[in-house]
């Protein structure tokens, strides 16, 4: 009898203990974006264009150099202006060889060009896939006397699934910023 109840509570022990384990993937925190809206730059530069109202412009101590800080979504674009004097083939190439240092960590970059002949303004923003450590940069000149230029950061670690909405929504953004930029004469 006793052999049996041995017998038993092996059986069932082993039984017990097997289990189908099926390991779930990382989950992340849902981001509640809002709806675009935009304001216009007040800074002391000789442009202007529309950036969100969600975020926050923080300027350097070179001349028009900036960053748009959207600290709920831990994430800022990053700008630099330069004139543009007999240095324009320069420009161009740093601009191409900062987006294209990416390419280690980037799957893919893909180059929309963008021009608006009546507002003079020309440029090339860069969508690149992957994780890459800024997923969106950009550069919009006249080709003549002024050129921008402006690059996405998160201040985490890069995962392209987790921060596809919020890349998204500052696409949108970007996009605002380039369609809105006008060049002023002087400032």
């Known amino acids: 009898m006793t052999t049996k109840i041995i017998l038993v509570c092996i059986l ?7 289990q189908n384990y099926t390991p779930l993937p990382t989950g992340y925190f849902r981001i509640e974006i809002p709806k675009n809206k935009y304001q216009n730059s007040k800074i002391e530069c000789p442009f202007t264009f529309n950036y969100s109202l969600l975020a926050k412009m923080v300027t350097n101590k070179n001349f028009c150099w900036f ?16 004139p543009v004097k007999n240095n324009l083939h320069s420009l161009l190439e740093d ?12 799957d893919a970059i893909k180059e929309i060009a963008y021009i608006n002949k009546e507002a003079n303004v020309g440029g090339i923003l860069y969508k690149l896939q992957g994780n890459s450590a800024t997923p969106i940069q950009f550069f919009i000149t006249d080709s003549i ?8 950061y998160f201040n985490n670690e890069p995962n392209a699934d987790s921060l596809k909405p919020v890349v998204e929504y500052i696409e949108q953004d970007i996009r605002e910023l380039i369609h809105s930029l006008k060049w002023k004469e002087s400032i």
């Open 12 to 18: 069932i022990s082993f039984v017990s203990c097997v």
């Open 145 to 152: 006397k002024h050129f921008l230029r402006g690059a996405l």
């Open 95 to 106: 601009s191409h060889s900062l987006v294209y240092n990416h390419i280690v960590a980037a």
């Open 67 to 82: 960053n748009i800080h959207y600290s709920n979504l831990n994430a800022k674009i990053h700008c630099t202006y330069k």
